[in-house]
C-alpha cells in the first residue's frame, strides 16, 4: 500500500514538472529561452527587439507570471522597451557588461525584484524603466550614465538609496517621485537640469542635497533651490515642523511642498509673486496660510486636499484667477480679505463657491508687502574675517552648500563679525532670521 501511494505521488511529481511553463523565443539578435526552474535566459550577439504596451513580448503575453530569474548572457548589447513588463514573480536579474542600454519600460511594474545591478557598461537607462518596481532597496547608477530620464525609478517603494554619479547632467521629471522609503539624495555638481516633481511625493526624504560645485542648484537646510535661491524648487516631504520661504524666493515651484503633512505652517515672504501647479497639495498639517499681496499668480491645485485647512488671508487686492481643484476641502472655512476688496471676492464665482464666508480683515492690518532686510557682507571673497551689517536683534544662520548649518547666532549690535580662517573654501548661505521668519540671504564665498 505504502509502495502505491509513493509511485503514485511520484507520477504526479512528473506530471507537474512535465507542465511547468518552458519557451523558446526570437528577439532582435537574441534568443530567448525559458526553462521549468522560471530562469528566462537570454543570448546571442546585439540588441533584443523593442515592444509596446499593445504589442508586449511574447514571454511576458504567455508566461510573465512563471518567470523568476532572468539571466543575460554576455553578448546582448540592449535590453528592449517592454521587455519584462509586468513579471510580477521576477525577483533577479543578471545584466552583463556587454549591455549598454535599457530601454524604456524595460522593467516597469517588477514588483517582486529586489535587486538590479546596473554595470558600468550601460550609458543609458529609459524612461520607465524601474517604474513600480516597489522591491528595490537600492540602486547604483553607473558613472557611464548621463541621464536618468523621466520616471526611471518612479514609486519604487521600498528605495532607500540612490547613488547618483558625477557624470549625470539631467534628471527628468518625476524620476524618483513616490519613492517613499527614501530618505536622502545627493545631487553632484555635473547636473544641470531637474526636471518638474522629480522627487516630490517622497515621504520619508527628509534631505536634499547639492553639491558644493554645482552652478545651477543649491540646497539650504536640505530645500532644493535653484543657484541663487530665488525659486524653491522642491521641499523635502518627510521634514515635520513649520516653514518659513527665505527672502530671496520668487516662485515656489510646482509640487514643491505636496503630501507634507508634517507641515505644520509657512510663511510666505513678500518677495514671492508665483504659486505654482499642486504646490501644497495635501499638505493636511497645514491649518492656516497667508497669500502675500504680491503673488499674482496661484496654480492649479495649489492648496488641493489641505483637509486640515480652516481659514485664509489673502492680501491681494485684487482677485486672483483661481483654476480647479485649488482650495477644494476649505469650502466651508473663512477666507480674510483686505476690507476695501471685500464685495470683490464676495462677487467673484471662483473665489466665493471657494470659500463658505469671506470675510475683511481688521482695520489697520497692513497688506503692502515688508521691506526685506538688506545685508551688507565684507569682505566677500573672505579669509579670515567677515563682517555682517544690518542683522542687530536678528539671527545669523551660515550654512554650507550641503545645507549643514556651520555657524548661528542672535546679533546684539548693528554689525557682527565672525572669524572663519578654519572654514573649508567654498560657497555659504548666510540666512537672517527675526521671531522664525527669514527676512534676508545672501551669498558668501570663503577663499
Not at 7 to 34: E, K, N, Q, R, Y
Not at 83 to 111: H, K, Q, W
Not at 374 to 383: A, D, R
Request: net charge negative; hydrophobic share 40%.
Amino acid at each position: 500500500m505504502k509502495k502505491t501511494i509513493a509511485l503514485t505521488i511520484a507520477s504526479l511529481l512528473l506530471t507537474v514538472s512535465s507542465f511547468a511553463a518552458t519557451g523558446s523565443w526570437t528577439s532582435g539578435s537574441t534568443t530567448v529561452v525559458l526553462t521549468a526552474d522560471s530562469t528566462l535566459t537570454i543570448s546571442g550577439t546585439g540588441a533584443m527587439d523593442n515592444y509596446t504596451f499593445a504589442n508586449r513580448a511574447p514571454w511576458v503575453v504567455s508566461h510573465r507570471l512563471s518567470i523568476k530569474t532572468v539571466v543575460i548572457n554576455n553578448g546582448v548589447t540592449s535590453i528592449g522597451e517592454y521587455a519584462f513588463f509586468g513579471c510580477y514573480e521576477l525577483s533577479s536579474v543578471t545584466i552583463p557588461n556587454s549591455v549598454t542600454s535599457i530601454e524604456d519600460y524595460a522593467f516597469r511594474g517588477c514588483i517582486g525584484l529586489t535587486s538590479a545591478p546596473i554595470p558600468s557598461s550601460v550609458t543609458s537607462i529609459g524612461k520607465s524603466a524601474f517604474t513600480h518596481c516597489i522591491g528595490l532597496t537600492t540602486v547604483s547608477i553607473p558613472s557611464s550614465v548621463k541621464s536618468i530620464e523621466e520616471y526611471t525609478f518612479y514609486a519604487c517603494l521600498g528605495l532607500t538609496s540612490v547613488t547618483i554619479p558625477s557624470s549625470v547632467t539631467s534628471i527628468g521629471e518625476n524620476a524618483f517621485s513616490e519613492c517613499s522609503g527614501l530618505t536622502s539624495v545627493t545631487i553632484p555638481s555635473s547636473v544641470v537640469n531637474i526636471g518638474s516633481s522629480a522627487f516630490s511625493y517622497c515621504r520619508g526624504l527628509t534631505a536634499i542635497n547639492v553639491d558644493i560645485a554645482n552652478t545651477k542648484y543649491s540646497s539650504i537646510e536640505g530645500v532644493l533651490y535653484n543657484q541663487n535661491h530665488t525659486v524653491l524648487i522642491q521641499y523635502p516631504v518627510g521634514t515635520q515642523g513649520a516653514f518659513a520661504v527665505p527672502s530671496s524666493v520668487d516662485s515656489i515651484g510646482d509640487y514643491a511642498f505636496a503630501w507634507c503633512i508634517g507641515l505644520t505652517s509657512v510663511t510666505i515672504p513678500s518677495s514671492v509673486t508665483s504659486i505654482g501647479n499642486q504646490t501644497f497639495e495635501l499638505c493636511r498639517g497645514l491649518t492656516s496660510v497667508t497669500i502675500p499681496n504680491s503673488v499674482t499668480s496661484i496654480g492649479w491645485g495649489a492648496f488641493a486636499d489641505c483637509s486640515g485647512l480652516t481659514s485664509v488671508t489673502c492680501l491681494a487686492t485684487t482677485p486672483l484667477p483661481l483654476y480647479g481643484y485649488n482650495f477644494d476641502t476649505v469650502s466651508t472655512d473663512t477666507l480674510y480679505v483686505p476690507a476695501t476688496s471685500l464685495d470683490a471676492y464676495k462677487n467673484d464665482s471662483d473665489w466665493n463657491s471657494a470659500f463658505g464666508t469671506i470675510l475683511a480683515l481688521a482695520p489697520g492690518t497692513s497688506i503692502e508687502p515688508a521691506a526685506a532686510t538688506q545685508l551688507f557682507i565684507y569682505p566677500n571673497l573672505v579669509k579670515e574675517t567677515v563682517t555682517i551689517k544690518n542683522a542687530s536683534g536678528k539671527t545669523v544662520s551660515i550654512f554650507n552648500t550641503l545645507g549643514k548649518k556651520v555657524f548661528e547666532n542672535r546679533v546684539q549690535s548693528d554689525m557682527e563679525t565672525i572669524g572663519v580662517a578654519n572654514w573649508q573654501k567654498g560657497i555659504y548661505i548666510v540666512r537672517i532670521s527675526d521671531a522664525g521668519k527669514v527676512v534676508g540671504t545672501a551669498k558668501l564665498i570663503k577663499d
